[in-house]
């Protein structure tokens, strides 16, 4: 069974530039999140899609953070303008029960803001 | 919300031996608590995880014990081995909160 995908691995950007990460989860998934994971933090939770609608975005700094799920499958995250402090791993995960349940993770997307 | 703690942030053990990891967590309403391992460069995959009616959860070398009276539950791992040394992860809630994790070393 392929995992959930990714993509790209890793990106350089100075402030103020966007930047776009995908994320494709394990087929059949129904919930979808993305997590950001500052070094030596725990991943928190960004936002939280069931097929493609928004369960939760409460954590998301929508003024320049944005979050979609095309079709219930694939998901978007993008950042305009990014900050310093958004230096961190953009963590997708995908599952198939809502709020409770084993939580599936890719392997991240490794930001760096200049 | 949720809020979780988690203890020690490191943990140094020689292989065989077991090694402890606490979590706290706020919410009492909270009814699962997943642990993650979390190689370098990977992202957390789920070891074992329990729910709030159960006490304790074993699987091989490695258990879940969870005291929803204190609001506190702990993983628990034996005879260590060197594959084991990862950074470990608490969560609770529906949000699935996470600590801010525990970073195992084992030594040959």
């Known amino acids: 069974e392929a995992g959930v995908a990714q993509s790209p691995r890793y990106k350089i950007i100075e402030k103020r530039q966007s930047v776009a990460f995908w994320c494709n989860p394990i087929?059949?998934?129904?919930?979808l999140y993305w997590y950001q994971q500052i070094l030596g933090q725990g991943p928190k939770l960004l936002i939280q899609f069931q097929n493609n609608g928004v369960v939760d975005d409460s954590q998301l700094p929508k003024d320049r953070f944005s979050a979609e799920r095309l079709k219930g499958v694939d998901s978007t995250l993008k950042i305009q303008p990014a900050k310093l402090e958004d230096s961190a791993v953009y963590l997708c995960?995908?599952?198939?029960?809502?709020?409770?349940?084993?939580?599936?993770f890719g392997e991240g997307s490794r930001l760096t803001v200049l | 919300g949720e809020n979780v703690e988690q203890h020690p942030s490191t943990l140094s053990v020689q292989e065989g031996d077991s090694a402890v990891i606490k979590c706290t967590y706020s919410?009492?309403?909270?009814?699962?608590f997943p642990w993650y391992k979390q190689e370098l460069g990977k992202g957390p995959q789920l070891i074992i995880d329990i729910r709030s009616n159960v006490g304790e959860k074993k699987d091989q070398r490695i258990a879940v014990t969870l005291n929803k009276t204190a609001k506190h539950f702990s993983l628990h791992i034996t005879e260590t081995q060197p594959e084991d040394s990862a950074v470990y992860f608490c969560?609770?809630?529906?949000?699935?909160?996470f600590g801010t994790g525990t970073r195992l070393q084992v030594f040959p």
């Open positions: 969560a609770a809630g529906d949000k699935l909160i």
């Open positions: 087929s059949g998934h129904a919930t």
């Open positions: 995960a995908s599952g198939t029960l809502q709020n409770t349940g084993e939580l599936f």
């Open positions: 919410d009492s309403a909270s009814n699962y």
